[in-house]
């Protein structure tokens, strides 16, 4: 397997897919589209009788049960193929590790580029491991073409493996995920699975049915541009406006200082000069109740400044992106008990934590289609540092397989587990 899942991953991250949060359109970028047609392509070369790719570019793909009924339900395994925009990810050149000593990784000699234990502590859980990780000049893309391979081999070996019971088995590859739109066209009755599973999470063993709320604000500020030499009691710096207003939101709520269930405001953007400024904030909480005081709070630091500097200096919107999964998981929960187990049959220990993200999993779920998230195996992303370990990415198929099996096993009284 080892090598399969290694030609695969090396493949698709050769492949540019970076996703861009400016767009008007859908897919974002064009180039998205050429790794979804490759995973069609690939499906069917594999045998897969049923694939579609739609106007959207979604791929979905189904293998019919080979049990007797009661048919078990429909399984569906879901991965995203965009990269984020916040690092290059065109010319990516992997590097592979093997037999990883837990020591310093030169990612980059020329510009000292080093992944360190030091900095990254979970790089010892490796030790012994093979690993793939950056140059130092691009992200590595595990996130999420880890998953797609994983995805990718399993059901290389449902297909050519027909004494795999199984029920029916939904796949499914999208677009735009890392900004927020990956499941904005989805069609759940059409991919027909009643639960899933995006492969979508970090280190081994990782499993989430919690993610955070979700929302996004824009501020923009209007100022006052007198001549500086005349400005006392007339200008009003948006600039300064701007540093005011960051500086009125809680200085410990930012994605540097807090961690597990703690919620933050993350300044991604800041632009502007003395007539006019503008921010963008993420606001996340796993809360709901500390969510919707986030948002009210920008509100109120808007209007603490607009009553400091006149009505309309300073403008909120607010829009929501996502919510937390849990809510809708949970009244469904065998499916993640059904997932600790498969891990466990794997020689997996199962970590079950909360997402400091999101997935398409956390909006599908409110789509009626439940759906948790399982290792892809992968650390740092987003980053240069980005690495995943090549037996995490080996345990994963496992993990699929076993899933796919204990589903089967469920409705038909076998036992399962590889």
Same mark, same amino acid.
């Given at each position: 397997?080892?090598?399969?899942?290694?030609?695969?991953?090396?493949?698709?991250?050769?492949?540019?897919?970076?996703?861009?949060?400016?767009?008007?359109?859908?897919?974002?970028?064009?180039?998205?589209?050429?790794?979804?047609?490759? /995973?069609?392509?690939? &499906?069917?070369?594999?045998?897969?009788?049923?694939?579609?790719?739609?106007?959207?570019?979604?791929?979905?793909?189904?293998?019919?049960?080979?049990?007797?009924?009661?048919?078990?339900?429909?399984?569906?395994?879901?991965?995203?193929?965009?990269?984020?925009?916040?690092?290059?990810?065109?010319?990516?050149?992997?590097?592979?590790?093997?037999?990883?000593?837990?020591?310093?990784?030169? /990612?980059?000699?020329?510009?000292?580029?080093?992944?360190?234990?030091?900095?990254?502590?979970?790089?010892?859980?490796?030790? =012994?491991?093979? &690993?793939?990780?950056?140059?130092?000049?691009?992200?590595?893309?595990?996130?999420?073409?880890?998953?797609?391979?994983?995805?990718?081999?399993?059901?290389?070996?449902?297909?050519?493996?027909?004494?795999?019971?199984? =029920?029916?088995?939904?796949?499914?590859?999208?677009?735009?995920?890392?900004?927020?739109?990956?499941?904005?066209?989805?069609?759940?009755?059409?991919?027909?699975?009643?639960?899933?599973?995006?492969?979508?999470?970090?280190?081994?063993?990782?499993?989430?049915?919690?993610?955070?709320?979700?929302?996004?604000?824009?501020?923009?500020?209007?100022?006052?541009?007198?001549?500086?030499?005349?400005?006392?009691? !007339?200008?009003?710096?948006?600039?300064?406006?701007?540093?005011?207003?960051?500086?009125?939101?809680?200085?410990?709520?930012?994605?540097?200082?807090?961690?597990?269930?703690?919620?933050?405001?993350?300044?991604?953007?800041?632009?502007?000069?003395?007539? !006019?400024?503008?921010?963008?904030? /993420?606001?996340?909480?796993?809360?709901?109740?500390?969510?919707?005081?986030? !948002?009210? /709070?920008?509100?109120?630091?808007?209007?603490? &400044?607009?009553?400091?500097?006149?009505?309309?200096?300073?403008?909120?919107?607010? !829009?929501?992106?996502?919510?937390?999964?849990?809510?809708?998981?949970?009244?469904?929960?065998?499916?993640?008990? &059904?997932?600790?187990?498969?891990?466990?049959?794997?020689?997996?220990?199962?970590?079950?934590?909360?997402?400091?993200?999101?997935?398409?999993?956390?909006?599908?779920?409110?789509?009626?289609?439940?759906?948790?998230?399982?290792?892809?195996?992968?650390?740092?992303?987003?980053?240069?540092?980005?690495?995943?370990?090549?037996?995490?990415?080996?345990?994963?198929?496992?993990?699929?397989?076993?899933?796919?099996?204990?589903?089967?096993?469920?409705?038909? =009284?076998?036992?399962?587990?590889?």
């Amino acid at each position: 397997m080892a090598d399969t899942i290694l030609e695969r991953f090396l493949r698709y991250v050769a492949i540019d897919t970076q996703s861009d949060g400016e767009a008007k359109v859908f897919p974002s970028t064009e180039k998205q589209l050429h790794l979804l047609r490759l /995973l069609a392509d690939e &499906l069917r070369a594999a045998g897969v009788p049923e694939v579609s790719m739609d106007e959207h570019g979604y791929v979905m793909a189904r293998i019919a049960a080979n049990v007797p009924a009661p048919l078990p339900p429909s399984v569906g395994f879901i991965a995203h193929v965009d990269t984020s925009p916040d690092m290059p990810g065109c010319g990516v050149r992997p590097k592979i590790v093997e037999r990883y000593e837990g020591t310093d990784i030169v /990612l980059n000699k020329e510009k000292n580029i080093v992944l360190s234990p030091a900095a990254f502590p979970e790089l010892r859980e490796y030790t =012994g491991h093979t &690993l793939i990780t950056t140059d130092g000049t691009t992200l590595l893309g595990a996130d999420d073409k880890a998953g797609i391979a994983e995805i990718m081999c399993a059901v290389e070996h449902i297909v050519s493996h027909p004494e795999l019971k199984h =029920g029916d088995i939904c796949i499914g590859f999208t677009p735009d995920e890392e900004i927020g739109h990956g499941v904005d066209c989805f069609d759940v009755a059409k991919f027909g699975a009643t639960y899933a599973y995006t492969v979508d999470g970090g280190g081994l063993g990782e499993l989430e049915y919690e993610n955070f709320n979700a929302a996004s604000a824009q501020v923009r500020i209007q100022g006052k541009s007198i001549h500086p030499g005349y400005a006392k009691n !007339k200008m009003v710096n948006a600039l300064q406006v701007a540093a005011e207003f960051n500086a009125l939101l809680p200085a410990t709520d930012r994605p540097e200082h807090t961690e597990g269930y703690e919620g933050f405001f993350h300044l991604v953007h800041m632009a502007g000069e003395v007539e !006019k400024a503008a921010m963008h904030y /993420l606001i996340r909480d796993h809360d709901r109740e500390k969510f919707e005081a986030r !948002k009210e /709070l920008v509100q109120q630091r808007a209007g603490i &400044l607009n009553a400091k500097y006149g009505a309309g200096t300073v403008s909120v919107e607010v !829009k929501d992106q996502y919510y937390n999964m849990r809510a809708q998981v949970e009244p469904h929960f065998h499916i993640v008990e &059904l997932a600790i187990r498969a891990m466990q049959q794997a020689g997996v220990k199962p970590l079950v934590r909360p997402i400091r993200g999101g997935t398409d999993g956390s909006r599908l779920s409110y789509m009626n289609l439940p759906c948790p998230n399982i290792f892809a195996g992968g650390h740092n992303f987003h980053g240069k540092y980005e690495f995943v370990s090549l037996q995490a990415m080996e345990k994963a198929v496992t993990v699929i397989l076993n899933i796919v099996s204990l589903f089967a096993a469920q409705a038909t =009284g076998r036992q399962a587990g590889r």
